[in-house]
């Protein structure tokens, strides 16, 4: 079946991602993490399928977690979604899954997908600007979430280093539609180095760095494979935008390829038996043609006009070494956010409650919470607003629950506190708990009188009874 | 040839007869009312009443045309505003006053079978040959009358103030569609008995989808007609698959509008406060089409992705200007020609006919379709419908890209430097030329004539909201031509110095008006004013047989919001929020029509000819002609 308008997806479900331990681990590797008691890749999944694209390659490091994957998606999306697990060794970097899965890739432009994306932004809005301007790349940014606050982002003092994405730099052009410069995260020094060759032709430039680059690109796969043959490169963020946005108006790959990338795109020509009936010497070649109604292109900035001028002066195909990096900012209405560090997970959990509970696909009650009908609550047991408890759950008497996502088959005693906290599958919690901002994984047994503040605890894990814990990663030895 | 023709009194924008005058037509003309009324009888009784809409002209009861069947006005849903441009002035009041009455008269469901019988009588085709005379003959005469009509009311800023129309009722809905019926069955009789030229046409508006209007009286097919007098009865059925002009959409029309909505792709809100005199035109909440398109990127697994590209691009402004759609458009037909595999137990001709005719309406939805494209597609389809039943796919593929290849060899790339070569030999050695906007072909000529060493001076004239003339400009410095740059509003200083106008064109219609990009007609009537020859430069693909008098009736609406931003100056926000206010309404066309009289010669690639010349182009070079 030949992929909707010529777009090819690829997910990057990722493998054990250090920075989420103790969250994750072998037995639930990344893209299995609960996310309001879904799996995080379903996210990305069903995104995808709103937009119809039912044909999707799933990356995943290591085999262990492509195996639980693999046997997750095939009971869960069987009959809707086409999905292929692809596996690769570990640390390879998203360049190396790409590397991957480079056998695959057929159509004319490769759409990626972070798998921990969790957003309403549709797929197509990006696809559908790639195609517009014709673009070699095209990158999805969101305003960068505001850091989720003092009360709440006090999970141990290891998230500091890593604050996601806060010093990406980006620059636009004045109508907000090319990317001029990128720097991302790690590599950001404390001068920015701009090429004056770009910023001469842009006239002016927007230098932002409020944006979060949120790991969805297309790609012009002529562009992304011809990427992929050079070396050095690890992750599509750090080396191979970057490197792209920078030789955007010195383009070796567009040189080499620009001319077999339009002959692809226009699909027709090679095997055009009318090429050779129409051996004429006054018929221009398709992509003369192209080029006459590009040339016409009013072009939405005096950046483009810079190569349109570029082109007619120097009258050579030589002066198209250029392709176009485009960006698509998502609006304000829109969520958009990675769960890339513990912090993130705690926020895109409450957001998932509150503001963006619209993705969820949960439906409400009157009381602003999701209690599955199999719940069973004691005595004067309280379930607040924004929460989901899932099926199976006993709660005992007297417990109150705010603001927190209970798995499924816990067992919860009397007098329990649960507040702003995530509590997964089969957990089982004894009289007298209190917990606060927390994160419990799977199978964890908390014995009586235990208080837990902003902890995340690992699978397995038993906390003995009234022990008390603030601010502490807590994992099985 | 001396370009400066005498000054000759200009009266108004003067309607030719051009090409397909009759000459009796000249007693017709003695009187306005009569003709018009003739004509109005004619086309109700001519054309079966699937042809009329709520918004054709109503026509006039007149005394001496007790054929017009009462059920042939549109029963019940006439507009009463479109009497002020559609109907002559010498409509009296009386008359028009006895035309409400039997309109509300017969609006009754009781007259069911009066209508019947009546449609009988009508469309014998005795009486359909009679009436057929008039109709061709008369067009022009409508126009007229309609064009000083609006010029008069142009001149009050008198507009047609939209009246509710009244709903049509079940019993009055099934009366129209009887009368259809039987007008249908009448006409094939009628084609079956008589079988001579005239008869072969009247099936034809049958066949046309019911959204005939007042315009398509004089533009659409009246001329149509005559241009092809002596052609046989087959060519004529063969074009009357894919050369039958579209009835153009009337956007007032709300019932039509909702249905367009219903099947539309593209979300369109309409824009809330529209301009009076331009509701028939589409217009849409600028800003919610491209966002709403590009989420759907996915769902829409019918349209080609190069159509969707094109389209995208349309939608955007990213690709303008005629010949650069054209050929962005073509382009994308062609891959779709490719990669088009006729479905099992279905026929090549027809359903790829079908596919590009879906392709087309989303490129319509996209923005409405230029007249060049126009020409494309019909040329396109039918080249389609004429292959041959016996060919392979492989062969009828190929056969049908080399044809698109040698469309936009010949008709776009060739012809624009046959335009070059004729134009440059109207430049001499110390000429002041003016332009206009960015027209392609303009910039090609200059550029040449720069490059052949000839010493002249460029003022490039431009206008805001598009500024498109500033991307011409950059262009023309960098080659190193000098060049002047205004803005509209100071052409008339500029002109003094002109020696030359060079004028592009979006499309030449058979009267020899000129349709391109608004304020060109404001250009050429200050280069006539200054006794500047003015040249207008098109492409002959882009002549279209359609009569227009003015740019209301065709045209096309840009974002309001163009217009009321003035970019660098943030402080000017008096227009902000204009949406709001009921009393503000903003117009953004982006079109005109420019009358002949005020074009000197126009430049195309048969040479250089007079305005009148162009029906005898499109008769002799036209798209249909065009390798068959």
């Known amino acids: ?477 | 040839m001396d370009l400066r023709r005498p000054n000759r009194p200009v009266i108004g924008p003067k309607v030719r007869q051009v090409g397909f005058v009759t000459p009796d037509s000249a007693a017709a003309t003695s009187s306005s009312s009569i003709p018009a009324v003739s004509a109005a009888a004619a086309t109700s009784a001519g054309s079966p009443p699937s042809s009329l809409s709520p918004v054709m002209i109503p026509p006039p009861r007149h005394p001496s045309t007790e054929m017009s069947n009462p059920h042939f006005h549109p029963v019940g849903s006439y507009n009463p505003s479109e009497q002020i441009l559609g109907s002559p002035p010498a409509l009296s009041p009386s008359r028009s006053s006895r035309f409400d009455a039997d309109g509300s008269d017969f609006g009754g469901d009781d007259d069911e079978s009066v209508a019947l019988s009546g449609v009988g009588g009508g469309m014998t085709p005795k009486s359909s040959l009679l009436m057929r005379q008039p109709v061709t003959k008369t067009a022009p005469l409508v126009s007229e009358t309609r064009k000083r009509d609006s010029n008069a009311s142009k001149g009050k800023g008198e507009g047609p103030s939209a009246a509710p129309k009244e709903k049509l009722t079940k019993a009055e809905r099934r009366a129209t569609q009887e009368a259809q019926r039987a007008a249908k069955a009448a006409a094939k009789e009628a084609a079956a008995a008589g079988g001579a030229p005239s008869v072969s046409k009247q099936p034809k508006p049958a066949t046309k989808p019911a959204t005939q209007q007042k315009k398509d009286i004089p533009s659409g097919s009246g001329p149509l007609q005559p241009l092809a007098p002596s052609g046989s009865i087959e060519k004529k059925q063969g074009k009357k698959e894919v050369a039958a002009p579209h009835p153009r959409m009337q956007f007032d029309d709300m019932t039509k509008v909702g249905k367009l909505k219903k099947r539309a792709v593209v979300n369109q809100s309409e824009a809330r406060n529209r301009v009076e005199l331009f509701r028939h035109l589409p217009q849409y909440e600028h800003g919610t089409q491209l966002p709403d398109l590009e989420s759907k990127f996915f769902q829409l697994d019918l349209i080609h992705p190069s159509v969707y590209q094109v389209g995208l691009q349309f939608l955007s402004d990213k690709i303008s200007g005629g010949n650069a759609r054209c050929i962005a458009m073509l382009l994308a037909f062609k891959e779709v020609i490719q990669d088009y595999t006729t479905p099992p137990e279905k026929t090549l001709t027809r359903d790829l006919g079908a596919k590009v005719g879906s392709c087309v309406s989303f490129l319509i939805e996209c923005r409405p379709l230029s007249v060049s494209m126009g020409n494309a597609i019909r040329f396109l389809k039918n080249r389609i419908s004429s292959l041959p039943h016996n060919l392979s796919d492989k062969e009828a593929k190929s056969r049908l890209q080399s044809d698109i290849d040698r469309f936009i060899n010949e008709k776009i790339i060739i012809a624009s430097k046959a335009i070059v070569e004729h134009g440059v030999s109207k430049i001499r050695d110390g000429d002041v030329l003016l332009t206009y906007g960015s027209p392609s072909v303009v910039e090609s000529i200059f550029a040449y004539a720069h490059g052949i060493k000839k010493n002249f001076r460029v003022v490039v004239v431009d206008s805001r909201p598009k500024h498109e003339g500033q991307g011409l400009l950059r262009r023309l410095v960098e080659r190193g031509i000098h060049c002047t740059y205004t803005h509209l509003n100071a052409v008339s200083y500029v002109m003094h110095e002109v020696t030359r106008v060079f004028l592009g064109a979006s499309s030449v219609l058979s009267n020899g008006t000129v349709y391109s990009r608004v304020g060109t007609a404001c250009v050429a009537m200050v280069a006539h004013a200054f006794r500047v020859p003015v040249l207008v430069c098109c492409e002959a693909y882009k002549f279209h047989e359609r009569v227009q008098l003015d740019s209301i009736c065709s045209n096309e609406l840009g974002d309001p919001d163009a217009i009321s931003k003035v970019s660098g100056r943030k402080d000017l926000n008096y227009l902000d929020g204009w949406a709001q206010n009921e009393n503000i309404q903003l117009l953004n066309l982006k079109y005109d029509a420019t009358p002949s009289d005020y074009v000197s010669v126009l430049v195309t690639e048969q040479g250089m000819l007079p305005p009148t010349s162009v029906p005898v182009i499109i008769r002799e070079y036209g798209i249909e002609r065009l390798w068959t």
């Open chain 1, 1 to 477: 079946m030949d992929p909707p308008m010529d777009f090819q997806v690829v997910v990057l479900a990722g493998g054990t991602s250090d920075k989420l331990s103790p969250l994750v681990s072998k037995e639930l590797p990344k893209a299995l993490l609960p996310v309001a008691n879904k799996p995080l890749l379903s996210y990305p999944l069903e995104l995808l399928e709103a937009s119809n694209l039912k044909n999707i390659i799933v990356v995943v490091e290591g085999d262990e977690a492509a195996t639980q994957v693999e046997s997750w998606l095939s009971v869960a999306y069987m009959d809707r979604l086409n999905v292929e697990v692809v596996k690769t060794p570990g640390d390879v970097g998203t360049v190396g899954a790409i590397r991957a899965v480079a056998p695959f890739l057929i159509s004319t432009d490769i759409l990626i997908v972070s798998g921990d994306l969790v957003s309403d932004i549709s797929p197509g809005a990006i696809a559908a600007t790639h195609r517009r301007h014709g673009a070699a790349v095209t990158a999805l940014f969101c305003p960068a979430p505001v850091s989720g606050g003092a009360d709440s982002s006090t999970s141990g003092g290891k998230d500091k280093a890593k604050k996601p994405s806060r010093c990406n730099i980006v620059g636009l052009d004045p109508t907000r539609q090319f990317l001029l410069h990128v720097v991302s995260g790690a590599k950001v020094e404390k001068d920015i180095h701009i090429q004056k060759r770009i910023v001469r032709a842009v006239g002016q430039m927007e230098i932002r760095s409020d944006f979060m680059d949120a790991h969805v690109y297309a790609f012009k796969r002529t562009v992304l494979l011809d990427v992929l043959e050079k070396e050095n490169l690890y992750s599509i963020k750090q080396d191979v935008l970057p490197y792209l946005v920078r030789t955007q108006l010195r383009s070796e790959i567009s040189a080499k390829k620009e001319n077999s990338a339009d002959e692809s795109s226009n699909g027709a020509t090679k095997e055009l038996p009318s090429e050779d009936i129409n051996i004429n010497s006054a018929v221009p070649s398709n992509q003369n043609l192209r080029w006459l109604s590009q040339h016409r292109e009013i072009a939405p900035s005096s950046y483009q006009e810079i190569h349109i001028s570029d082109c007619d002066m120097n009258k050579s195909r030589l002066a198209k070494k250029t392709h176009k990096c485009c960006i698509y900012l998502s609006g304000k209405t829109q969520y958009c956010a990675r769960l890339n560090s513990v912090q993130a997970f705690g926020d895109i959990n409450r957001d998932m409650l509150g503001e963006a509970s619209r993705i969820t696909g949960y439906t409400f009650s009157a009381q602003n919470n999701v209690v599955h009908p199999t719940v069973v609550q004691g005595a004067k047991t309280t379930a607040g607003g924004q929460c989901i408890i899932a099926e199976g759950t006993i709660l005992g008497d007297k417990c109150s629950v705010k603001r927190s996502v209970i798995g499924r088959h816990c067992r919860i005693g009397s007098n329990v506190k649960i507040v702003n906290s995530i509590v997964m599958n089969h957990i089982t919690i004894e009289d007298n708990c209190t917990i606060q901002g927390s994160v419990i994984s799977s199978n964890v047994q908390i014995q009586e009188r235990a208080s837990l503040k902003d902890c995340q605890v690992g699978a397995g894990y038993v906390i003995t009874a009234g022990s008390e814990y603030k601010s502490e990663p807590l994992t099985k030895r």
